[in-house]
């Protein structure tokens, strides 16, 4: 891969990576209560390992850095590209779980400018596209 083409990666990336914002408060039952730190995006292996089985039980209070995990695929035509936000555990107002991701998906057209044109989006949250 050639100079050039490492940076047309990134500079995609970058242009079209979504703004995210995280909720600090949550409403259950009417109370509002603080959203616990371990319920932002971070990698997959925040706990040094490569079992994610485990995760959920590492949540012990060690401080996390905050990932969105971004993903590039080219082709003739266009940049496919996807930003995952993996959450060890999730805290819903109704209920809660083990292992949440939710992501957003778009195709970029080439037009002949390092940044293309945008073709299509789709935003997924608890598998369904919002």
């Known amino acids: ?55 959920a039980a590492h949540l012990d209070g060690r401080k996390m850095k905050l990932e969105i995990i971004p993903t590039f695929k080219e082709t003739e035509t266009h940049y496919f590209l996807a930003f995952i936000k993996y959450h060890a555990k999730d805290v819903a107002p109704i209920g809660g779980h083990d292992h949440d991701a939710e992501s957003v998906w778009m195709s970029i057209r080439k037009d002949g400018t390092a940044t293309g044109t945008h073709v299509w989006r789709a935003s997924i949250r608890f598998g369904r596209e919002i």
């Open 1 to 55: 891969m050639g100079p050039e083409r490492e940076q047309a990666i990134p500079q995609v990336l970058n242009l079209w990576a979504p703004e995210y914002f995280q909720a600090t408060t949550i409403k259950k039952s009417g109370e509002k209560f603080q959203v616990p730190a371990y319920d932002v995006p971070v990698s997959p292996f925040f706990d040094g390992d490569m079992n994610i089985k485990n995760n």
